[in-house]
């Protein structure tokens, strides 16, 4: 049995959907909300999606200087329930794969990375050609244009072009940017946005400093068409 490392991003929806293809019994997803915000977003989002998806979070509030400490603390607690492996959405960040190999043997764990070094348009097409849906909630000074902005089937071919002009990595593998995943194969509802307005967070919470982030006021579930 396994869990998903989890941001609610399209990395971590991808990977997790892959492993679920690859008929691994994905059990929960755990994320990590630094300082109350997970990527910038409202946390009480990332637990809309699981409902979404009928799959369990949970959800840790942490700093960066207790993150690794509360990782170990969580991942213990899942192995209680019989949790042996874990799946994450890197590409190629060699820093990102050592950490969590780290973690694997540390913890005694399996690990499953099915985006490790594939081509960045590859992973955007696969995501949009299954049905996945995004919205970029969480962007640097360079991508400001960028926020708010939704990836789909209509907007891809574009978004690939706007990012490449920019020399902004179209997965936003460094941090450019961040998405959340709002509809897609494994979602029993869709998440819908209602109210929402960009703002520059570098005067409200430090962590987010120069970054513009898509502040949602307000979502709900509703039937997929």
């Not at 609610?8 to 997790?16: F, M, R, V």
């Not at 973690?103 to 955007?124: Q, T, V």
Request: charged residues 30%.
């Amino acid at each position: 049995m396994w869990f998903c490392s989890w941001s609610g991003g399209k990395d971590s929806y991808l990977a997790c959907y892959e492993a679920m293809k690859n008929n691994m019994d994905v059990k929960f997803l755990l994320n990590f909300a630094v300082d109350g915000r997970s990527h910038g977003i409202n946390r009480e989002i990332i637990k809309s999606q699981a409902e979404a998806i009928r799959i369990p979070v949970i959800q840790k509030v942490t700093s960066w200087e207790n993150y690794e400490n509360d990782f170990n603390s969580e991942v213990l607690k899942l192995k209680e329930k019989g949790i042996t492996g874990m799946i994450a959405g890197d590409i190629d960040l060699e820093e990102h794969l050592d950490w969590i190999k780290k973690k694997s043997a540390e913890l005694n764990m399996d690990y499953y990375e099915p985006l490790w070094k594939r081509n960045r348009e590859e992973i955007l097409n696969k995501f949009v050609s299954l049905g996945f849906e995004a919205v970029i909630v969480n962007c640097i000074e360079g991508a400001k244009f960028l926020t708010g902005r939704t990836i789909n089937k209509e907007t891809m071919e574009n978004f690939i072009r706007d990012t490449t002009e920019a020399g902004i990595d179209p997965c936003g593998e460094n941090g450019e940017f961040h998405t959340l995943v709002i509809d897609g194969p494994i979602f029993k509802k869709r998440l819908e946005i209602l109210e929402s307005d960009v703002q520059n967070f570098t005067e409200h919470i430090k962590i987010y400093s120069d970054k513009w982030i898509l502040d949602i006021k307000k979502w709900e579930l509703k039937p997929k068409l």
